[in-house]
């Protein structure tokens, strides 16, 4: 007797715990960490602390994933409120159902198809035996070769037998270690580390393959955040957009703080980011080429438009 | 009979829990599809001859990648029994490489390997080949006695011994052996696909997996997932209780 009388008030102190604390959860936002020079606006925002500047309430929490798939799935569980990542995977998501929007652009930045076999110069000098390695398929990175394929091809598919998918450090070390990879599309700083290297050059970069300027990473909110959170949402787009101010104006800080938090060499990262092609802007660039694309190549079943999915 | 029809219903209520647990929608149906998609995904890959394909291709890595293992371990084995140094430096690379998973090598096999089917044989061997070595060593280690000093008085030694003798006194080791290996040797082979990409077309049924998953086809992805599963019924249920009905069971070393 004396058992389930206990146990009883177990549970219900349990339960009620359980009660207490959801309110105070409306603020917080998580947000899917991701590392790497294209997001660096994140790790300077969250050295100054500028949401706390502009709202000290708004607790910002960290989940780590692994990459854009696995941000997606968490996001539909429930476990993550925003992510960051290149236009494709998003559209590709969106066309599945996913209801989410981009509520900002992150970064421009150079991309491109590196090799190591000097006897390639173009794309119509890959063969069919040759391997092609990039972090995965429908990835920015995979989308931007077909787009070029379909250009000088017209055939967008052309190298999608030919995919090897590897995170950016193992397909640099393939690149630079054997002979079967010889090719790595690659953003930075991988992108800067292997051109560096002897006997490695570029054979296609990304503005060339795209035909222009566009936003390389973009963020994504579900519907539920923009809905339950939109003042925190709107907070963490004011404290990004500061944070992009602050790197263009207070340079030498900026190098101090990302150098720490990348364990690069304040040098080696003064020449990445001087790199003219790598921009900090919250302008969306090249959603509507993507979407073209995308739909023109089966890549997306339905309609979407531009202006549709971009959070205001 | 009675075992079959128990096997049937508990994969009966399995169906039935996660077709209640989508009906609840307490999960996106985009990571949490239900039965009925996942099925219609089935039937969509089957006729296209998408899934038939990779599954094929896989099948083979499989099967070489097992073959590969066994013909290396008895090699291992045949050695070990007749050198004892021998036999601890392999103990000791087993509780070396044994707890390390394949794709943790990365870089090394793509250094040996390369990044082909090569690549996918090493990571299939590696999974397969410590814990094949540790059933087959555990059951060498527990030969009857007799026997062997029976072997000893006809002097039958080297590969004979092994072949004759050993072998089949431990051979409900080395059948468990094989078993585990079969699905280590899907585990490696789905992980390792997934990574090394197409080769001329067919990328294996992990390759196909992974393509679903990045491009957001949840019931495509379970599909693949399924079948995976009735091929292990399929493989585990006919084909080992066929071979133990005629060796182990026969020979009453098992029920």
């Known amino acids: 007797m004396k058992k389930i009388f206990w146990g009883t008030i177990l549970i219900i102190a349990l339960v009620l715990t359980g009660c207490v604390g959801t309110p105070t959860e409306e603020k917080t936002l998580i947000i899917a960490e991701q590392y790497g020079l294209a997001y660096a606006p994140l790790q300077v925002m969250q050295a100054k602390n500028f949401v706390g500047e502009i709202d000290p309430d708004l607790k910002l929490e960290w989940a780590k994933a692994g990459n854009t798939t696995a941000i997606r799935e968490m996001m539909l569980a429930g476990k993550v409120d925003i992510g960051f990542m290149g236009i494709p995977p998003f559209l590709i998501a969106r066309d599945k159902g996913m209801d989410w929007d981009i509520f900002m652009g992150l970064s421009q930045a150079p991309v491109g198809l590196v090799s190591s076999n000097s006897e390639i110069q173009g794309l119509a000098d890959i063969e069919g035996s040759d391997r092609i390695a990039l972090p995965q398929p429908g990835s920015i990175q995979h989308i931007l070769l077909a787009i070029a394929a379909e250009r000088e091809f017209d055939d967008a598919a052309r190298f999608d037998q030919q995919l090897v998918t590897m995170k950016h450090p193992d397909g640099m070390s393939a690149m630079l270690a054997g002979q079967e990879l010889q090719l790595h599309f690659t953003s930075p700083p991988f992108i800067f580390m292997e051109l560096d290297e002897p006997n490695t050059h570029l054979v296609l970069g990304g503005t060339e393959a795209m035909g222009g300027p566009f936003t390389f990473i973009i963020g994504a909110a579900p519907k539920r955040v923009q809905r339950e959170k939109a003042d925190s949402l709107a907070v963490l787009k004011q404290a990004l957009q500061k944070a992009m101010v602050f790197m263009r104006e207070e340079p030498e800080e900026t190098i101090e703080i990302l150098a720490q938090s990348y364990q690069l060499e304040p040098e080696v990262l003064k020449g990445y980011l001087e790199n003219p092609e790598l921009n900090y802007t919250d302008e969306i660039e090249g959603l509507e080429t993507f979407i073209d694309f995308m739909g023109r190549n089966g890549y997306l079943e339905n309609e979407i438009a531009a202006d549709e999915v971009v959070w205001n | ?255």
């Open chain 2, 1 to 255: 009979m009675k075992q079959l029809r128990i096997k049937a219903i508990l994969i009966l209520a399995c169906c039935l829990i996660w077709q209640g647990v989508y009906w609840t929608g307490m999960y996106s149906p985009l990571i949490f599809p239900s039965l009925g998609t996942i099925v219609h995904a089935l039937g969509r890959d089957f006729v296209e001859g998408a899934l038939i394909e990779q599954f094929i291709y896989s099948m083979r890595l499989v099967i070489e990648g097992l073959l590969l293992s066994i013909v290396l371990g008895l090699g291992i084995a045949l050695i070990a029994r007749s050198s004892s140094v021998f036999r601890s430096g392999i103990d000791l690379l087993i509780s070396l490489a044994h707890p390390l998973p394949g794709v943790a090598l990365l870089p090394l096999v793509i250094l040996w390997a390369g990044i082909g089917e090569g690549a996918v044989l090493f990571i299939i061997v590696h999974s397969v080949l410590w814990p094949f070595l540790v059933s087959l060593f555990g059951a060498l280690d527990r030969l009857p006695q007799t026997q062997q000093e029976v072997a000893d008085n006809y002097e039958i030694f080297g590969w004979r011994r092994l072949i004759w003798v050993d072998l089949p006194g431990s051979f409900p080791g080395f059948l468990s052996g094989v078993k585990i290996g079969w699905s280590r040797a899907w585990r490696a082979l789905i992980s390792a696909e997934m990574i090394f990409g197409a080769t001329s077309g067919s990328g294996g049924i992990g390759w196909y997996l992974f393509q679903k998953r990045v491009f957001m086809d949840t019931a495509g992805l379970f599909a693949g997932l399924v079948v995976i599963m009735v091929i292990g019924i399929l493989i585990e249920g006919i084909f080992f209780r066929w071979i133990e009905k005629r060796t182990v069971i026969r020979w009453g070393m098992e029920r």
